[in-house]
């Protein structure tokens, strides 16, 4: 077994499945591809991304049941019994193996406030000839806003012989598209806000047709779904863009991610993705702390009684330093200092009084070069993590001052940083890391609506300003994120029949009102399609720089970047 090919969540899964057998696996399913067969004599396998050459041959590792979706490409997707990371690893042609993680889901006043109308006016644009991909929780082919415009389903979730881009789920076209569902209707509503057609709650480019994934959320099928999307519309001879309102922080938060590093090689001309900033803007879920060389330094973090049966943290800092770290419990109880373990096995087990904990600390990442940590929590079975304060302590052995960047992979934030712990910005995280990625925060056109029931809803969102959920930038390496912001806050767009709303969210029996930097972006992604229409060899650079000059920060001058705004709210009218 090469420990050091695979990357720290990855090594815990698969450490902890050699101790502990397929029980083991019960709590990082919450967070990496890991499906384990309903029948126990089926092994339990692992969606995995496989770095390699580009033009490396790797359809000989079938004979270890490892299927590999791409023939080509130097970031490529597989599924394979989690037994096989083992011969996997012994592979000279493999240079790395990472886990897929499971990202999480991220209009009546929205389009006037951004000057849509007029634009849409004075150009005729409505996007008719581009495509829409939509990579979500699927999509109600039912709903009227989308009558004759679907072009194809690729539902991830239901079993069928699958795409080019992926033996697995089930293709649906013209009359098979009803056999696919949303039933948690975020991707409908997704769709409505870029492309739904409708007198009254339309979306941005209303004759744009759509392609839609209906996805596991893992990121390496999100991979998967990217290029499906753009290879469809390539077969249609179209330029398209993606929507992807999801997101994560998993990452290195710096764009050398996995999914980030797909969507840069499947972007170009006539090529676009959107992605969403986040929506932890009220949430302390980043620490941050600079350890003085030949010094340590705490990081506390609150963990809830009794709620969470296993924690994360994930940590970077740069690749000149070396760090220590160790990890004291409420009680007081602490695991030795670990140093960095750049061959073999870089995960090692600590059993405390009142919890067992793994600290893994390998050499560089050979994405970016930095150093990647990463913290397990479990409580003493059959008891959850125990609540309290608990402190990252770090000892700095290099020579200079080093930043340590902690996120907590908590899917509640329920498990957040304390005191001078927090650290109120680096909150976008992968796919919106991406640099070809357009990505989006969310401003306030509406606290106030009225639901089906005629009862007036008050959300309490100060009107006109960015909106406090919206996760900031900039990234870990300074990049600049978000790129733009765009109404999200109370968006009225299409209603799946198949997902259950509460009364008081929906307007009427086709639609419904919600908030996100997930409604953010399909508007981008609609007004990315008119655009695509006039000009359809526009690339991301080129989107980007169009964008940025038509979007400013209110009572800033214009060109001006701010962490939590990008360049401020777009403007169309002279786009």
Known sequence: MRHEKLSPGLLLAFQDYQN?????????????????????????????????????????????????????????????????????????????????????????????????????????????????????????????????????????????????????????????????????????????????????????????????????????????????????????????????????????????????????????????????????????????????????????????????????????????????????????????????IPDGNAAQDYQLPDARVQLVTPGPDKANGDHNLLVQIRGIDPSPVIGGVWQLRVRNTSSTDTRLDVWTLDDSSSVFFTGKSVKDAIKIGSPGAASSAVTVAAYTTKATYIDIDHQVREMGLELNTISEFSSEGPLRNDGQKPDVAAPGAMIVSTLSADASFDRSSMINSKFVVQAGTSMATPLVSGLVALLLQRDPKLDPAAVKDLLRKNSAIPGKPAGTFDHKWGYGVINTLNL
Request: contains cysteine; negative net charge; charged residues 20%.
């Open 20 to 340: 502990e057998g397929d029980q083991a696996l019960v709590q990082h399913k919450k967070s990496l591809g890991i499906i384990a067969h309903k029948s126990p004599v089926k092994p339990t396998k692992s969606v995995v991304f496989i770095y390699c050459d580009h033009d490396a041959d790797l359809s000989y590792l079938s004979q270890y049941n490892i299927e590999v979706n791409q023939s080509s490409g130097s970031v490529r997707t597989a599924f394979l019994p989690i037994d096989s990371l083992d011969v996997l690893s012994e592979e000279d042609i493999i240079q790395r193996i990472k886990p897929s993680r499971k990202l999480h889901l991220r209009m009546d006043t929205a389009l006037e406030k951004v000057n849509l109308p007029e634009f849409k006016n004075q150009t005729g644009l409505t996007g008719k000839g581009v495509i829409i991909g939509i990579i979500d929780s699927g999509i109600d082919p039912k709903h009227p806003a989308f009558a004759g415009r679907i072009l194809h389903i690729w539902d991830q979730t239901l079993p069928g012989p699958g795409v080019t881009e992926g033996g697995y789920g089930a293709e649906f076209t013209g009359a098979q598209l009803i056999i696919s569902q949303d039933t948690g209707g975020h991707g409908t509503h997704v769709a409505g806000i870029a492309a739904g057609a409708d007198a009254n709650y339309g979306g941005v480019a209303p004759e744009a047709e759509l392609v839609v994934v209906r996805s596991d959320l893992q990121d390496a099928h999100i991979a998967d779904g990217v290029r499906y999307i753009f290879r469809v519309a390539g077969e249609l001879g179209r330029a398209a863009v993606v929507n992807i309102s999801l997101g994560g922080h998993a990452d290195a938060h710096d764009g050398s991610d996995s999914l980030s590093k797909v969507i840069n090689a499947e972007s170009g001309p006539g090529r676009i993705v959107c992605c969403a900033a986040g929506n932890e803007g009220n949430d302390n879920i980043h620490g941050q702390a600079t350890i003085p060389s030949g010094r340590t330094r705490g990081m506390r973090f609150n963990i809830p009684l009794n709620q969470v049966g296993i924690v994360w943290l994930n940590g970077w800092y740069s690749k000149d330093s070396e760090l220590e770290v160790s990890l004291r419990s409420p009680n007081g109880f602490v695991t030795p200092f670990q140093k960095i």
